[in-house]
């Protein structure tokens, strides 16, 4: 079950300022804000760059159209030779305090403007700064300048516009129109601080909004680490809690993933220590009975208590099936060794099953006969194949065999059915030459059958039964190691088989087996 992580450690330690400047959560933050300042800065700039130049330009196309304007009238003026109305005309534009109005003539025209008409005497020679603005405005073309005037001691935006007649369509004279840069550096300045004080309002707002997308995107790596930390230190419950999407969520969903295989490795691990505890206690306890025996005999025998041959004979009789069962024991724990060994390699060949259970029922029939339990075999085929080892494949078997006719009722009987089926599953492709001839898969099943009508098997004890050293307390199983069951099932997990047991308490017990079947090619 998981939990949502809730780091409280027993002591809170006071984070030293080199773990503060390190962390995470002030890396990021430091990162934004250098971002958002430099981006805040730069834009200001470029922005305050632009509008410097805008602004210019549109002042001078403003005094441009100005100029023109006035320079249209005064041609007019001087078409009309209307002189009448003409210095009214000058006090009116005395009057605009903004800028400087010059009307001056062209002294390079065949026709120039009279004097009367001028408003001041000046020439390229009394204002050199702009000579080139006197040269483009006689050639009939308008033009602006923006330069620091000697004469005047300070930035002057200078515009011309040439004065043309309509009689002629001559440059007689031209219009400037002027003004003095600072009224247009103070509006550019003002402009300049609103300017700041909006980036400095807006660069808080995102240094706040830095603090919390750093606390959003910081949080969840933070609850990973200390996660993390619990995994190290062990504590496989631990998981995170977090459920969101992206990279982050899926970094979380495998860390929890971790957790649970650590878990379930952590509860395999305990398992199998515990099944190594009790394998070296059950094989203590099966050793500690026959030595105890074997020594209390050879004590009995040693101290000359026995005279009677006949009782010495029993008791060294006693001993030496004590001794074969410890043999017997050791054994069986060697072969279920190498079968639980994944290095362990079996001696394959193509084998015929029927042949093995004729092996079987051979070897089996004296302990039959004993009881008086018939073995019935049933087939189909006389010849059905399967890859394995001969002599492991028939202990498997035998195994099973030994057991039902132990377990069976006096007079009983253990049938042994083998057919085979077609295989609903797909077949790994297999092939193996020997002696020339070539075996593949042929897709079928064999399925063997081992039943008796014997006592059953509790359905208390049915998942246990395939465990080590686990015996059921019927008095047939007395002499038992508690193995063989163990050893055939890793007998047939080696033939990439199968065995499955099925068994009702006084109605029998049938174990199933299944394996791939091997043709000639």
């Known amino acids: 079950m998981k ?101 001056i003539s062209n002294p390079n025209a065949k026709s120039p403007m009279p004097k009367k008409y001028t408003n001041i005497d000046i020439s390229r020679e009394t204002q050199p700064e702009i000579s080139s603005l006197f040269d483009t405005v006689f050639s009939g073309k308008a033009d602006a300048m923006d330069v620091y005037s000697e004469t005047y001691g300070t930035n002057y935006i200078f515009t011309a516009v040439p004065i043309i007649t309509s009689k002629s369509k001559e440059v007689i004279g031209a219009v400037f129109v002027n003004q003095v840069s600072e009224s247009q550096t103070i509006v550019i300045n003002r402009s300049f601080t609103i300017i700041i004080i ?120 006693k001993m030496l099936s004590e001794c074969k069962s410890m043999e017997r024991l050791v054994g069986d724990l060697l072969v279920l060794s190498k079968m639980q060994n994944p290095d362990f390699t079996l001696e394959k060949e193509p084998i015929n099953l029927v042949q093995v259970f004729s092996d079987i029922m051979r070897s089996g029939s004296a302990l039959a006969k004993e009881k008086g339990v018939n073995i019935n075999f049933y087939t189909l085929d006389d010849i059905l194949l399967m890859y394995g080892d001969y002599d492991r494949i028939r202990q498997m078997f035998m195994v099973i065999v030994d057991n039902a006719i132990k377990f069976s009722n006096d007079n009983g009987n253990v049938d042994i059915t083998i057919k085979k089926a077609l295989s609903l599953e797909p077949v790994e492709v297999f092939s193996t030459t020997l002696s020339g001839d ?50 055939a099932r890793q007998i047939a997990f080696k033939h990439d088989g199968f065995i499955s047991v099925e068994s009702k308490k006084g109605n029998g017990t049938e174990f199933k087996f299944e394996f791939n079947e091997l043709i000639l090619a």
């Not at 400047?21 to 470029?46: C, D, E, K, P, W």
């Not at 398992?271 to 094989?283: G, H, I, K, S, Y």
């Open 3 to 103: 939990d949502t992580l809730s780091v409280k450690p027993a002591i809170v330690k006071k984070r030293t300022l080199k773990q503060i400047v390190h962390s995470l959560f002030f890396i990021m933050f430091r990162n934004y804000a250098l971002v958002v300042v430099a981006f805040a800065i730069l834009t200001g700039l470029i922005f305050v760059q632009l509008y410097s130049k805008s602004a210019i330009v549109a002042n001078q196309k403003l005094l441009l159209k100005q100029a023109g304007s006035i320079a249209k009238r005064v041609g007019v003026f001087v078409d009309d030779d209307d002189y009448i109305t003409y210095p009214s005309f000058l006090e009116v534009l005395e009057e605009l305090e903004t800028t400087d109005i010059w009307i």
């Open 198 to 317: 909006s980036t400095l309002i807006a660069l808080l707002f995102s240094l706040i909004f830095a603090l919390f997308l750093a606390r959003l995107l910081s949080r969840p790596l933070s609850i990973m680490r200390a996660t993390a930390l619990r995994l190290a230190d062990e504590d496989y419950e631990a998981h995170t809690g977090i459920n969101e999407g992206g990279e982050l969520g899926e970094l979380a969903g495998a860390i929890d993933s971790l957790s649970d295989r650590l878990k379930q490795a952590d509860r395999e691990r305990k398992d199998l220590e515990q099944m190594r505890l009790d394998f070296f206690a059950n094989v203590s306890h099966e050793l500690r009975t026959p030595i105890t025996v074997v020594r209390a005999y050879s004590e009995t025998l040693l101290d000359g208590i026995i005279d009677d041959e006949e009782t010495k004979f029993e008791y060294y009789d």
């Open 438 to 487: 070539t075996y593949v898969n042929s897709g079928n099943k064999l399925f063997i059958s081992i039943k008796d009508d014997g006592v059953g098997i509790a359905e208390t004890e049915l998942p246990h039964i395939f465990e080590k050293f686990y015996k059921s307390k019927l008095r047939q199983n007395a002499k038992g190691s508690g193995l063989g069951l163990a050893i």
